[in-house]
């Protein structure tokens, strides 16, 4: 069994900052790419950013600049740095990874979402 499990997310005031992160945990034999979507009320779920097991990263043209994607292979985690928030940022984040598990195949694992609220 595999889970991903995100936390960080919260409420911060426009033009600030927040980091979220995603552990995997479980049967891992090994990650391909992790990234993070998310989704605002009313909205579909949009991609955010993606990161490689080479650590090549990419971007929505919305978030270039501000956030950042990073992963520690180590301990299975991917992180997003968030910087100069603004309310249309507002919305649930979540991370998703390539696992390949024990048994060898290879498959996309959600986590279960962390709100990030961008308000004064």
């Known amino acids: 069994q595999v889970q991903l499990v995100e936390s960080g997310g919260g409420l911060v005031q426009p033009g600030g900052s927040l980091s979220v992160s995603c552990a995997a945990s479980g049967r891992i034999f090994s990650i391909n790419a992790m990234g993070w979507y998310r989704q605002a009320p009313g909205k579909q779920r949009e991609f955010v950013a993606a990161?490689?097991?080479?650590?090549?990263?990419n971007y929505a043209d919305s978030v270039k600049g501000r956030f950042t994607i990073s992963r520690d292979n180590a301990k299975n985690t991917v992180y997003l740095q968030m910087n100069t928030l603004n309310p249309e940022d507002t919305a649930v984040y979540y991370c998703?990874?390539?696992?390949?598990?024990?048994?060898?195949?290879?498959?996309?694992?959600w986590g279960q979402g962390t709100q990030v609220t961008v308000s004064s």
């Open positions: 998703n990874a390539d696992i390949r598990n024990s048994d060898f195949r290879l498959r996309k694992y």
């Open positions: 990161i490689n097991s080479g650590s090549m990263t």
